[in-house]
Structures are given as C-alpha cells and as structure tokens.
C-alpha cells in the first residue's frame, strides 16, 4: 500500500475528522476561559488582595542597565496561568463525568429480552413422536 493511500485511509476515517474538531473547539474553549480569567476572575481577588493586577505581579531578577531591558520573574502572569488551566480541567472533567453518566444509563437499560433458541431438528423430531405416541393412546 503506498504512502499517499495509507495518509488517506487515515485521515478521512472518522475518529480524525472528530479529533480535529475536537482540538478546534478546545482552542476556541481555551481562548473563552483565559478571558474569563483574565477580565472576570482575577480582578476581584486582585481587588480583595489590595487592588493588585496579577499581570503586573513580577520580580525584578536584574534591573535595567542601558539599552539592556529588566530581568523579570514575572509569578503574577504564572498564576493567572494556574487558575486557567484549573478551570479547564474542572470543566473537562465535568463534562467527561456527564458522558460516562450518560453511558451508564445507558448500559443500565434493559435490552429487549432474547427470543428463545429455535428447538434443534432432533427436538422438533422427538416433539412431533411424542403427539404422536399421546393421540395413539387416545385412540385406544
């Protein structure tokens, strides 16, 4: 099989195509949960910690000297960071909990009962003698 038909199979089966749009979704998440961090979040413990902006919040590791910029270590930025990703893990893990409930209920459901097996030819056979053998000592 060549390359070419191989990378085709591949890609247009549909787990990719699901994948892909998954990871674009997930992007555009991303982006949504950052802002809401950054302008909704973090004001108010910055306003509740004595008006600190978390953007701002640095350490200066060497100062500026000429045309060379400040060193900064910039920790308020790091732990804007942290809360970003603590709210996508917790929305990720609701929504995976969700799924899996889902499933269960689903799982959980009970399945049409099963229609009992045809009767073998022996069965049928033996089934047929035996009314036969009843109407026989009927008729005596």
């Given at each position: 099989m060549s390359f070419i038909k191989e990378f085709k199979e591949f890609a247009v089966r549909g787990n990719v195509i699901d994948m892909a749009v998954g990871i674009i979704i997930g992007a555009a998440f991303g982006k949504i949960?950052?802002?809401?961090?950054?302008?909704?979040v973090m004001?108010?413990?910055g306003l509740l910690l004595g008006n600190a902006d978390f953007s701002e919040?640095?350490?200066?590791?060497q100062p500026a000297v000429g045309e060379t910029p400040e060193v900064?270590?910039?920790y308020g930025t790091f732990i804007q960071t942290v809360?970003?990703?603590t709210i996508v893990a917790l929305a990720v893990f609701v929504a995976i909990k969700a799924i899996n409930?889902?499933?269960?209920?689903e799982e959980a459901a009970p399945a049409e009962p099963e229609a009992p097996p045809e009767p073998s030819k022996?069965?049928?056979l033996l089934t047929e003698i035996r009314d036969l053998l009843k109407?026989?000592?009927?008729?005596?």
């Open positions: 949960v950052s802002s809401f961090v950054a302008d909704v004001p108010p413990i919040l640095a350490v200066v590791l900064l270590l910039r809360v970003d990703f409930s889902l499933k269960r209920k022996e069965e049928v109407a026989r000592a009927g008729d005596v």
